[in-house]
């Protein structure tokens, strides 16, 4: 109960995060960590994200299945030292996997997730949901010559430890960029940052 009250505390905050390298703007969103990764000894998969619209909309320019975010996901992880397996290694288990235990890209249940976990020999699976994905038209106005068109993303992730089959974490998080690459770029950023903070964490 008071695990359920805190992640329900967490999710209603609200924060922003300047994000360095390459991606540009302020990422948004909230995070709800149950406590400290071993991130030394740690090994992730990072499963497709799914998409959470049903009918033909632009998120399918991201993929339907989330290897956008997953790939890129993946890339900044092993950039920050972490352990993570081969997105096509992922990609071929998944499948075999999927067919045989009834597993899906869009299953949300922490069990079936974690029994992915153990056919992947890995500590900790990632998977989520893109949510949003379309393009704004900044401040500054299309026709003003400060302004023009910015590609938003916004994504959902949980982290579920394959041992307990528990979620561990849960992130919401949005940024807008001038292009995908640095839109996808920055939240990847923000949530690999994430997962070296202590509990709950709150962007500022």
Do not use: H
């Not at 030292?81 to 997105?87: A, D, L």
């Amino acid at each position: 109960m008071k695990q359920r009250i805190l992640l329900c505390a967490a999710l209603l905050l609200f924060g922003v995060l300047t994000v360095g390298g390459c991606a540009t703007g302020r990422v948004r969103g909230n995070i709800y960590k149950k406590g400290p990764i071993d991130l030394k000894t740690a090994k992730f998969a990072v499963l497709p994200f799914n998409s959470a619209s049903s009918g033909k909309t632009m998120t399918e320019r991201v993929s339907t299945d989330g290897n956008a975010i997953a790939d890129i996901l993946t890339i900044e992880m092993l950039f920050k030292g972490y352990q993570v397996i081969e997105r096509d290694k992922v990609k071929d288990i998944f499948k075999e996997v999927a067919l045989s235990q009834a597993i899906t890209i869009t299953s949300d249940d922490p069990k079936k997730i974690s029994e992915m976990g153990k056919y992947l020999g890995v500590d900790y699976i990632v998977y989520g949901s893109v949510i949003q994905y379309d393009f704004q038209l900044s401040s500054g106005g299309l026709f003003s010559g400060g302004g023009g068109w910015r590609t938003a993303v916004g994504i959902t992730a949980r982290v579920v430890e394959v041992k307990s089959a528990n979620v561990v974490m849960i992130c919401t998080a949005s940024q807008s960029g001038p292009d995908l690459g640095e839109a996808l770029g920055g939240i990847s950023q923000a949530f690999t940052k994430a997962l070296s903070e202590e509990k709950i964490y709150v962007w500022q």
